[in-house]
């Protein structure tokens, strides 16, 4: 089952990290580059950070799931990584679902334009700062879940 959580963990981390990273090095920018209008990209990355967002929602789950068959064999500097780096990438996730909902409201897709265009800005600019702090701490989790399994992977000591 080890076998199978690292598996299954890793494949999570890597499409949601993944995703985001290509998604902002890649798509955003060949998105302007072909459609030039920022608003009707906006509408197009509306769809795509749903996606990612519910991909990030998955990933937390398996990454709770290995934080906690970790936690007996992990030393207490690696557990105190696997709880804070899940902790910050959950309530920066939760706060992306917040601010999305937010600026989906500013929205009118009837027309493809947004409403309130001056106050877009400062609640999307939030969203990029979270989304960032979900990257960050999500490769700060998997190197923390590399040194719990290190940990978990060393003989243990037979009593007799």
């Known amino acids: 089952m ?5 598996f299954a963990t ?5 499409w949601w990290l993944g995703g985001m990273t ?22 197009i990355t509306q ?7 519910w991909i990030g929602a998955g990933a937390l789950a ?21 709880a804070a780096t ?12 917040v601010l999305h909902a937010q600026l989906d409201a500013m929205l009118d897709f009837q027309a493809r334009q947004v409403r309130e265009g001056a ?9 990029l700062i979270a989304t960032t702090i979900e990257w960050f701490a999500g490769l700060a989790y998997l190197l923390a879940a590399l040194a719990a399994w290190r940990r978990e992977d060393e ?6």
Not at 47 to 53: D, F
Not at 62 to 82: I, P, Q
């Open 10 to 14: 890793l494949c999570g981390l890597g």
């Open 119 to 127: 106050l877009f800005r400062g609640p999307h600019e939030t969203y």
């Open 62 to 82: 398996l990454m709770l799931w290995n934080g906690l068959a970790s936690w007996r064999a992990s030393g207490s500097w690696t557990r105190k990584g696997l």
């Open 155 to 160: 003989p243990r000591p037979t009593s007799g």
């Open 86 to 97: 899940w902790i910050v990438a959950a309530a920066a996730l939760a706060w992306t679902f």
């Open 2 to 6: 080890r076998i199978i959580r690292r």
């Open 47 to 53: 769809k795509a950070t749903t996606g990612l967002n």
């Open 22 to 43: 290509f998604y902002t090095l890649v798509v955003i920018r060949a998105a302007h580059q072909v459609i030039g209008s920022h608003a009707r990209v906006g509408f």
